[in-house]
């Protein structure tokens, strides 16, 4: 060695007391939530392209939930596999207070009050042709014609008892839109966690197969969700969003979009949420059931690295999974 040969970093490295000692990031049941799918009985059942993952029932969700609590992890996000029959062009039931996300809202909380409770804004599981949005007469997503339909879907979820509502829609003002309503009626302690860099990503192939609109969707998502190319936009997203009251902003998806969740926590010192989406988890499944990567330590690697980037917390489908591991490790 030349130069200064006291300066050794591998010391730091040799003995897991002292790599523990300088560990900067760590993985906590608390910083996870389960995104959970839930449908009536006939819609139920496993979801071929998540191995892992069901559709849940009403009962195997309140189930499940009792089991993420004891856990500790901190919340789960529900969306639904709606009855096909029940999708029309301008996703109607969406709004029906007697719904099927309605229902399981009221139903984790009655079970499982100290489990947070997050439902996604959008209108995708609800609409014939599978886009989160109603069309105009050209065939394009109407973005104040929907924000008008989100307001009136986060204000009966919220009255439904929901602690956070997610848009997960893109449209230009709907957290203002959804802020103002709940302002209105009272609703000040409901959290918003705003999709606010939401990319139109080819990861979430896997999601729309769970929740039916994969077969649906006509054309793609790209004139509202972002650009994989952009990052400046990502932080306009995130302005725009605090500013008309978001109390979290999330990155999605995961992985491939580290940048972005570092230069948005970076930027604003806000809490920041990371999703690590259905294609991050169908991957990673795939390759380990084909013994060519380790399940739990890349599993683990990459939340840890989502962390390490710069999000607080992290909705992942291996929160139950992580939730384990990590008891295992510091029982
Ligand atoms: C729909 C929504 C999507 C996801 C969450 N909410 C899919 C989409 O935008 O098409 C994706 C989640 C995942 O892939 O795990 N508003």
Known sequence: MSGFPQVRLRRTRRAEFVRALVRQTRLHPAQLIAPLFVAEPAQAGPVPSM????????DELAHECAQLEKLGIAAVALFPAIDVKLKDERGTEALNPQGLVPRAIKRVKAEC????????????PYTAHGHDGVLDESGEVDNDATVEILRQQALMLARAGADVLAPSDMMDGRVGAIRTVLERDGQKNTLILAY??????????????????????KGDK????????????ALREVALDLAEGADIVMVKPGL??????????AR???PVAAY????????????????????????????????????????TYFARQAATWLREENP
Not at 196 to 217: C, N, Q, T
Not at 256 to 265: F, G, N, S, T
Request: charged share 20%; with cysteine; glycine share 8%.
């Open 51 to 58: 191995p892992g993952q069901r559709r849940l029932t009403l």
């Open 113 to 124: 009050p100290g489990l947070g409770v997050m439902v996604d804004i959008a209108l995708d």
């Open 196 to 217: 606010a860099a939401k990319y139109a990503s080819s990861f979430y192939g896997p999601f729309r197969d769970a929740v039916g609109s994969a077969a649906l969707l």
């Open 222 to 233: 790209r004139s509202y969700q972002m650009d994989p190319a952009n990052t400046d936009e």
């Open 256 to 265: 491939p979009y580290l940048d972005v969740i570092h230069r948005v926590k």
């Open 268 to 270: 604003f010192g806000v």
């Open 276 to 315: 690590q989406v259905s294609g991050e988890y169908a991957m990673l499944k795939a390759a380990a059931a084909n013994g060519w990567l380790d399940e739990k330590k890349t599993a683990m690697e990459a939340l840890l690295c989502l962390r390490r980037a710069g999000a607080d917390m992290i909705l």
